[in-house]
């Protein structure tokens, strides 16, 4: 992914890269580090090496300037060598250096060379000449007798000229007084950097908004004949219309960056960032625990999802590193990549103490599943069964167990469905409640893992029961056979006491459990809350298990179905109540009679004695407190013992800083370093200083 998008910015050593979307050479820019250096061209064009061994011999001296950015090389001698020819005796007079500020001279060889020729003349060759024999550039001249005549022939030569020219130029350059073509090329494409990294931002920012947004990113057809491109590319188009500036690099024909391959980096790349975010803030907060739960999705994949929860700010967070497809589900590929991934982002495995997953044996299993090959790694990652997995797990068992609770809530099911799917029931049932004079309520579906909306939902039956029976009157009378006949029935369902007393019953129980059930699902709740909560919500069942409590709700079940007009005899009671009748009398303890039993006693439909329709209710009630009680007893009362004594970390527990409990959590997080001599001191002091805090008002 950074290979490719670096490819948007830097260029490629041909200057012309290519990618995916076979951008044109124009489009991959260098960056600033990458502006053509006048200084290296200069030095490589001039300073060649010889090409042949005669060139090699005639080697530069090392007492002249090196590059254009050095001062000719002018020394003033006493005495400059002196060369004999014929009866006279000739040497380099120091005057030239005025008459020609051009000029250098070397020591090493007794010879004149030309400053501006040697260093921008380049391989530029006369009639005659050769690559490493030019006289005043690769070999020095020393001619003294006619020195004078040469040096005004080598100054007006055209070579001369143009190299004097170019002198004057790189110096105009170096003071800023001129611009070189390099230095315009590098500003045009140093602006076009600008407008690249512009349009990147805005295809960064789209897929931002889409992902925060949960958007689907693309269209059936991303055509440009398409009425739709979909949202991603759609989205980049409005904000080039905004910004005119972007419109170039949207509609190129290649380059434009927007295909699903480059959208799907733009999501890695935001994806790894946020990652990185959420580990930084993890590793602020030092220890950390893991959630991991698995499912499949609409196209019946597998996928993992994984999170981690910790104390940051003093604020309790929980988040997601990612959600991915498993192609293997047994314990040890799930817990392999649990690892992987959780050690991928930069995490500590030795710091982290929990971990959290659903009840299923390749999770939870004791032996080989996930918590446990994690505990080798990590041995004080300690093994939560989902608080709220268990509280799924105990209402689904209680109310599918039962028949008649199972099939009220199948009936319930079936009237959203027959009001709700059709527009215009919708409208007879929004007509019905206007004609009563109530405030317009919608139904709610049920969703069989969120018992909040089964709570909703049956609430909101209740307080529209005659509105409903209104609708499905009126139903009845229509012309439409099937949907006449569904209305019927359904009608009779709801006429029917037996299905009125039930709805109370789980009207009743879900009231009291869905505060449990919106609190565990809360980010911010500890497991001493959780635990205080579950308690809480147990005894206030065990209150509802009371003749009295069932008098006052088989009352209010037999006046709203004397209101909606139901058929309150025994025969018709009883014949709803019992789906399946007894082939013979069966007889039970009277001491068992009013209790719910989940072992064999050799006795089945042990009603026979109860004849009466308030017998039937009566039974019924105290059988759904009962199994909602003992799955609560089954699921949720065995704690580690370092979960039990968390409760002294709550300020709020008559526990808190309990110096024994504190004990419990530091022997079993020995690895923390805390000093066990100075625990029992520090809970005192603890204890004291929050006791004098200031309280908050109630209503805070």
Same mark, same amino acid.
């Given at each position: ?72 090389? @002018? ?282 997953? *659903? ?187 009371? *003749? ?133 001191? @520090? ?18």
């Amino acid at each position: 992914m950074q290979r490719r998008l670096a490819s948007f910015f830097k260029p490629t050593d041909s200057d012309a890269g290519t990618s995916r979307d076979n951008p044109s050479a124009t489009e991959v820019l260098p960056t600033n580090e990458q502006t053509l250096d006048v200084r290296h061209i200069s030095e490589e064009t001039n300073l060649r090496e010889p090409q042949t061994e005669e060139m090699a011999s005639r080697t530069i001296s090392t007492d002249l300037s090196v590059n254009p950015y050095d001062n000719p090389c @002018q020394p003033v001698l006493t005495d400059y060598p002196a060369t004999t020819i014929g009866n006279r005796t000739r040497k380099f007079n120091s005057s030239y250096f005025l008459a020609y500020p051009w000029l250098e001279y070397s020591k090493e060889q007794d010879s004149v060379f030309c400053f501006n020729c040697r260093h921008f003349s380049g391989s530029s060759l006369r009639s005659g000449e050769r690559y490493g024999a030019r006289a005043f550039i690769d070999v020095g001249f020393r001619k003294w007798k006619d020195i004078s005549e040469l040096i005004r022939q080598h100054e007006n030569s055209d070579r001369h000229k143009a190299c004097t020219i170019s002198l004057t130029q790189f110096k105009a350059i170096e003071t800023e007084a001129a611009e070189s073509v390099a230095s315009c090329l590098s500003k045009e494409r140093e602006k076009e950097i600008l407008e690249n990294r512009q349009y990147v931002k805005a295809l960064l920012k789209t897929t931002a908004l889409l992902g925060r947004q949960g958007l689907a990113f693309r269209g059936h057809d991303e055509g440009e004949s398409s009425a739709n491109q979909g949202n991603f590319v759609e989205t980049v188009h409005l904000l080039t219309e905004i910004n005119p500036d972007l419109m170039k690099n949207s509609r190129k024909a290649y380059g434009h960056y927007m295909s699903h391959e480059y959208q799907n980096d733009y999501i890695e790349v935001i994806g790894n960032e946020i990652k990185s975010s959420i580990a930084k803030e993890v590793r602020e907060a030092k220890y950390f625990a893991v959630l991991a739960d698995e499912t499949k999705d609409l196209s019946k994949k597998e996928q993992l999802a994984i999170l981690v929860r910790y104390v940051h700010d003093l604020k309790i967070k929980e988040r997601a590193i990612g959600c991915y497809h498993m192609r293997k589900v047994d314990a040890e590929s799930l817990a392999d990549f649990i690892y992987n991934e959780i050690k991928g982002v930069g995490l500590d495995w030795s710091k982290c103490v929990g971990q959290c997953y *659903d009840g299923a044996s390749v999770m939870s299993g004791h032996f080989s599943g996930v918590q446990a090959r994690l505990r080798e790694k990590a041995p004080q990652a300690v093994y939560t069964h989902c608080h709220s997995h268990r509280f799924n797990l105990v209402i689904g068992d209680c109310m599918q167990k039962i028949q008649r609770i199972s099939s009220v809530f199948s009936v319930l099911q079936t009237v959203y469905s027959f009001v709700s799917n059709s527009n215009t029931r919708y409208q007879l049932f929004v007509e019905a409640q206007k004609t009563a004079n109530v405030p317009v309520l919608t139904l709610e579906r049920t969703v069989v893992t969120r018992w909040s909306y089964w709570y909703r939902s049956v609430a909101k039956i209740l307080v529209r029961y005659d509105c409903i029976l209104a609708v499905l009157s009126v139903v009845q009378e229509s012309s439409d056979r099937e949907a006449a006949a569904e209305a019927t029935g359904l009608k009779n369902q709801l006429e029917s006491f037996p299905f009125i007393f039930s709805l109370h019953v789980i009207h009743e129980v879900l009231a009291v459990i869905n505060p449990l059930s919106e609190q565990l699902q809360a980010a911010d709740l500890v497991i001493s809350e959780a635990c205080t909560l579950i308690s809480a919500t147990k005894n206030e069942l065990r209150k509802m298990r009371d *003749d009295e409590y069932f008098r006052v709700l088989y009352g209010k079940s037999k006046e709203m179905a004397i209101n909606v007009g139901a058929d309150l005899s025994e025969t018709s009671a009883l014949s709803s109540a019992i789906p399946v009748k007894s082939k013979r009398v069966q007889k039970i303890s009277g001491r068992l009679r009013d209790y719910l039993t989940t072992t064999t006693i050799g006795k089945h439909n042990i009603d026979s004695e109860s004849t009466t329709t308030e017998d039937k209710m009566r039974r019924e009630f105290y059988e759904v407190l009962d199994r909602v009680l003992n799955e609560f007893e089954e699921r949720f009362s065995v704690q580690l013992p370092v979960l039990e004594a968390t409760r002294c970390l709550n300020p709020k527990s008559k526990d808190f800083m309990d110096s024994d409990l504190l004990l419990v959590i530091a022997t079993y997080f020995d690895q923390a370093g805390i000093d066990t001599m100075q625990l029992k001191c @520090q809970a005192l002091i603890a204890r004291a200083f929050v006791s004098q805090l200031p309280q908050k008002p109630a209503n805070a």
